[in-house]
């Protein structure tokens, strides 16, 4: 088992930054790719970015390109999601997860075995 647990969220204007953690604890997080989504009200849970636990190689939903960046800790089995440029569209709650398949399939939420509970991020405008 892994348990992932979401911190950083809040409310902020548009244009403002935030950054999002997500800390693991259980089995070895190295070998993990992890990712984060976002659920909005009345929305289906989107991919938002990923990274994978060889090379650590990242990918980003195409909304989110140049505003946001995913990075890793091995060290302090922690991912983070650093976000900026923020914009009322990217009002969600936001999990992080992990899972140990392929990084072919990161975008799909079936992928990943484990989840936290979520962190709100609200932008206003």
């Known amino acids: 088992q892994v348990q992932l647990v979401e911190s950083g969220g809040g409310l902020v204007q548009a244009g403002g930054s935030l950054r999002l953690s997500c800390a693991a604890s259980?089995?070895?997080?190295?070998?993990?790719?992890m990712a984060w989504f976002r659920q909005a009200p009345g929305k289906e849970r989107e991919f938002v970015a990923a990274?994978?636990?060889?090379?650590?190689?990242?990918d980003y939903v195409d909304s989110v390109k140049g505003r946001f960046t995913i990075s890793r800790d091995n060290a302090k089995n922690t991912v983070y999601l650093q976000m900026i440029n923020l914009k009322p569209e990217d009002t969600a709650v936001y999990y992080c997860?992990?899972?140990?398949?392929?990084?072919?399939?990161?975008?799909?939420?079936?992928?990943?075995?484990?989840w936290g509970q979520g962190t709100q991020v609200t932008v206003s405008s």
């Open positions: 990274i994978g636990w060889i090379s650590s190689s990242t």
């Open positions: 259980g089995r070895t997080f190295s070998n993990f790719n």
């Open positions: 997860a992990a899972g140990a398949t392929g990084f072919s399939a990161r975008s799909k939420s079936s992928t990943y075995d484990f």
